[in-house]
C-alpha cells in the first residue's frame, strides 16, 4: 500500500504561482510512477504531469507544457508540481497519484492523494 498527502494549494490571482506537495508513504514508493491530475467543477478528471521513477523523463497535458514543471525526490519521496503563470482556467481541484505503469489515463493509478483546492483569480 502507498498513502499519498497533498499539500501546498490555496487562492492565488492570475499569473501567480504555487507548488504542490505530493508525499508517499509505504513501501516500494521510490519504484512507482507519479502524477498529478486536476478536477475542475463540473468537468471530468484530467491528466497534468507524470514523472518517471528517477525524475529523468516527465510529460504533460499539452495545454500546461511551459507553466508547470513537476519534479520528485526519492529520498524523501516527495513529488512536486510548481505552477507558474497560473490562470483562473488552471482553477481546480489538484490530485497526486501513483502507479505502476506510465500511463496519463486515470485507470492506470492505484493510489491517490486527498486533493488539494487550487483557485486562481482573475
Known amino acids: 500500500q502507498v498513502q499519498l498527502v497533498v499539500s501546498g494549494g490555496g487562492l492565488v490571482q492570475a499569473g501567480g504561482s504555487l507548488r504542490l506537495s505530493c508525499a508517499a508513504s509505504?513501501?516500494?514508493?521510490?519504484?512507482?510512477?507519479r502524477g498529478w491530475f486536476r478536477q475542475a467543477p463540473g468537468k471530468e478528471r484530467e491528466f497534468v504531469s507524470l514523472?518517471?521513477?528517477?525524475?529523468?523523463?516527465?510529460t504533460y497535458a499539452a495545454s500546461l507544457k511551459g507553466r508547470f514543471t513537476i519534479s520528485r525526490d526519492n529520498a524523501i519521496n516527495t513529488v512536486y508540481l510548481q505552477m507558474n503563470s497560473l490562470k483562473p482556467e488552471d482553477t481546480a481541484v489538484y490530485y497526486c497519484?501513483?502507479?505502476?505503469?506510465?500511463?496519463?489515463?486515470?485507470?492506470?493509478?492505484?493510489?491517490w492523494g486527498q486533493g488539494t483546492q487550487v483557485t486562481v483569480s482573475s
Open positions: 514523472i518517471s521513477l528517477n525524475g529523468d523523463v516527465t
Open positions: 497519484a501513483a502507479g505502476s505503469i506510465w500511463s496519463t489515463s486515470i485507470g492506470a493509478y492505484n493510489y
Open positions: 509505504g513501501r516500494t514508493c521510490s519504484r512507482i510512477y
